[in-house]
């Protein structure tokens, strides 16, 4: 009895500790190689226990529970297709090689690359019963459905099955495709890794945000990504977005090569079970998975060492579970593959190969003998032989020399420091240290960065702007791009294609170059579809920065009061429930105004962000960064001698009277001016008029204001507006101050672009702009 509560105290604080307790096992048994930091540790650590949650929960099951007739026939006859290599025929037909021979994805041609990426997209568009046989594979992946495919001693056979049936399938699409593999050690260690060739639109597409480029571009998937704060449900990454992760080095690949045998560590697993074991009478007490969760039966460093080039695309690919939304995922896999494959060459004869295993194992999922779920073979099946033997092999990266310093692809350059072929970087990325080598991609490297020379740069412009027409009806809103440090990008080749979703008609806007006050550094007008009453205007935007790169959309959550990333899809309409809540004016005079309160003092005037704005980095820019750029702008203190400033002037239309404003010290002759002259081209009744500025005058400025006829004064009954909205009768006069507290009058500007719209709040929408009465009013 006192053995039970012993036994039930130990199970109970294990369940209460296991978070803390695994983490720790993790970073005593991985932390003395010496691979990893703590918090790389703990972060594959989560993974491992979020991916044992997925595995165990009851609505993880659903898709075995639903998978039709016609589904489940697909999936089994691409096994079998496998078992049998049925495409062989096929690709003799094309004079292909029947052994797939797969490339590192730089090294294919471009005809090889434009395949590929016809079968993905085949997968991605053939649809079995209202789902895409894409799809179909990533759920297969689903640790309900492949509860052995991670974290013991069948990850890698049940990840060689997995890819060889998905290469099948492609050859299904294109009969001579084969799966590339990413050799990440290659754009490791670069001055950014972000910034490789391998996310521009000629490869992967980009990898900054919702995937708009490239051949995956625009890709739905088929679930909602996780730990997101919006609802992503359309391919995303965020490659190199934290400074804490990093891709696998040639070192981990070394480790991995040159290691003895597939044995695996599982000391621990050995411990709890002797523990378990010598307790007799308890098997009731036992949880289902808490020692499986606590413990751990293998070595965890290969398994650890591929997961970091996932958490370093991030997006799709951060969550194992979700990871094969990304094609990005099956060439990492088939590096992790030939990684393997190196080592059994290496390491093992051809016995050992279909033979070593672990001897004992925590997990019954990873058990030898034991059916690779949701296959029908077992586990052992996937240390076959037969694999490298008949139906694919790898072509290995052929790294450069002083014998002979080239490489196999344009995509890569030669290192001759280290003698290596590695990834070239794109243009407009960081080069740092690299000055005079081949490092940049159809660019050079100059003062740290990937550049052209300015007349390519002409040419480049001038090839965009042929043919690039405007909308005939158009109104104007702004947008703002932005750097990795967020600061606003100032260059006359950024630039922004708007696509008229009803016409399809594009036209593409750019940075109208240097900014002045109101302007937020970065800004760029929109030119848009002018929406009628009654109908919206749609438009989708894309942004890119002055080297080409893609920028992806950040949009303002009105809810949160933060900016978060967002499709980049803009809806016009006079009527603000059916219209994004985006700042817009026909007049292309005013739009510089655009998000921004002209009812205020000069000295509190500062333009908002707008509602969508456009970062260009691979680095995470955050919500207050993105603020940031628009509350550092402020007005400039005027230098101007005068100012103008409203008044209301409510008088009978045949009237033909003169407003006279005179300054009460000598600081400046009077001002006068017939009404209909001064008077606003929107409002009659608004009359702008002139006084010595109070920027210039340390008191301010006192002014009084007469309304004349015939050089007469007219007797009009006076009021005041106070600034609570207070209105009483006054005798003309009005103080102007540089300090607003001190100011009757706060609305009055030295720019005389602006008067048009003074006294405005040009913020949000249009139907919620707001005009401030001036503070003198005329009744005469």
């Known amino acids: 009895m006192i053995l039970r509560l012993l036994v039930t105290f130990l199970w109970l604080i294990l369940i209460s500790q296991s978070k803390l307790d695994s983490c720790e096992q993790w970073i005593k048994q991985l932390g003395d190689l010496d691979f990893f930091t703590e918090a790389q540790i703990r972060m594959v650590c989560m993974h491992q226990k979020e991916w044992v949650k997925d595995r165990d929960e009851e609505a993880g099951r659903k898709f075995l529970a639903v998978t039709t007739d016609n589904q489940l ?44 990426g016809i079968a993905m997209n085949g997968l991605k568009n053939r649809e079995i019963d209202n789902i895409t046989a894409w799809d179909l594979h990533t759920l297969v992946h689903y640790p309900d459905s492949a509860p052995g495919a991670h974290w013991g001693p069948a990850f890698l056979p049940w990840h060689r099955e997995f890819l060889r049936q998905f290469e099948i399938a492609l050859q299904t699409e294109v009969p001579s495709v084969t799966l590339p593999f990413w050799d990440s050690t290659l754009d490791q260690g670069l001055p950014d890794e972000a910034d490789s060739v391998l996310w521009t639109d000629e490869l992967l597409g980009n990898g900054n945000g919702y995937v708009k480029t490239g051949p995956f571009a625009n890709w739905d998937t088929n679930v909602l990504m996780p730990l997101s704060q919006i609802p992503v449900k359309k391919l995303y990454r965020s490659t190199g977005g934290r400074e804490q992760d990093r891709l696998m080095t040639p070192k981990d690949a070394n480790w991995i090569i040159t290691r003895k045998n597939f044995r695996l560590i599982e000391e621990d697993c050995r411990i709890i079970l002797k523990l378990i074991d010598s307790i007799s009478n308890i098997n009731s007490l036992k949880p289902k998975n808490i020692f499986s969760q606590l413990t751990f039966c293998h070595d965890k460093t290969f398994e650890s060492m591929h997961g970091l ?149 002409t040419a480049t412009k001038t090839r965009i702007e042929d043919g690039n027409l405007s909308f005939k009806e158009r109104v104007w809103a702004k947008t703002v791009l932005l750097d990795k440090d967020g600061k606003g990008i100032e260059d006359d080749l950024s630039r922004i294609v708007i696509t008229d979703l009803d016409t399809n008609q594009t036209q593409i806007v750019f940075h109208s170059g240097e900014t002045t006050f109101p302007e937020i550094p970065g800004t760029v007008y929109l030119s848009l579809p002018k ?54 004016t026909h007049s292309m005079s005013s739009r510089t105004f655009l998000n921004l309160d002209l009812s205020v003092h000069p000295r509190q005037m500062h333009p908002e962000m707008p509602y969508i704005v456009f970062v260009c980095s691979r680095k995470l820019v955050t919500s207050a960064m993105i603020k940031q750029a628009a509350e550092v702008v402020r007005s400039p203190v005027s230098t101007e001698n005068y100012v103008f400033f409203r008044v209301a002037v409510y008088r009978e239309e045949t009237s033909n009277y003169q407003i006279e404003v005179s300054p009460y010290s000598d600081i400046g002759p009077a001002f006068s001016s017939s009404i209909e002259k001064a008077a606003s081209a929107f409002d009659p009744n608004i009359v702008f008029v002139q006084a010595p500025n109070p920027e210039l005058h340390k008191e301010g400025v006192r002014v009084r204001v007469s309304i004349l006829s015939n050089n007469n004064r007219v007797q009009c009954q006076i009021k005041c507006t106070e600034k609570d909205g207070s209105m009483h009768e006054c005798d003309g006069d009005v103080d102007l101050h540089s300090d607003a507290t001190l100011s009757q009058e706060d609305v009055f500007t030295s720019d005389p672009h602006s008067l048009p719209v003074l006294g405005w709040n040009m913020k949000g929408h249009p139907s919620f702009w707001r005009h401030k009465m001036p503070f003198l009013s005329f009744h005469c």
């Open 73 to 116: 026939k697909y999936l089994r006859h691409v096994e079998q297709c496998t078992r049998e290599n049925c495409v062989r025929d096929a690709r003799r037909k094309k004079r292909a090689p029947s052994k797939s021979i797969r490339k590192e994805i730089r090294m294919m041609s471009p005809t090889e690359l434009r395949d590929l």
């Open 531 to 584: 929406p009628r009453a009654g109908k919206m205007s749609r438009v989708s935007l894309e942004a890119r920065d002055q080297f080409g790169r893609y920028c992806q959309a950040q949009c303002m959550n009105s809810t949160s009061e933060r900016y978060q990333v967002c499709q980049p899809f803009l809806n016009i309409s006079l009527n603000s429930e059916i219209s994004s809540p985006v700042s817009f």
């Open 309 to 457: 080039s996932h958490v370093w695309v991030g997006g799709f690919m951060y969550v194992i579970r979700v990871s094969p939304n990304d094609p990005t995922f099956y060439m990492h896999h088939a590096f992790i593959d030939n990684l393997w494959e190196k080592f059994r060459q290496n390491s093992q004869t051809r016995e050992e190969r279909e033979e070593q295993w672990a001897t004992k194992n925590c997990n019954d999922n990873h058990g030898f003998d034991v059916q690779m779920k949701p296959f029908t073979i077992q586990n052992r099946d996937g240390l076959s032989n037969q694999y490298t033997d008949e139906w694919y092999e790898y072509q290995p990266v052929r790294h450069c020399s002083e014998e002979d310093a080239t490489c196999d692809s344009r995509f890569y350059w030669c290192d001759m420091k280290l003698w290596r072929c590695r990834s070239r970087v794109v243009y407009g990325g960081n080069c740092t240290g690299y000055e005079g080598t081949q490092i940049c991609y159809n660019s050079v490297c100059s003062q740290g960065k990937c550049v052209v020379p300015p007349r390519v740069r």
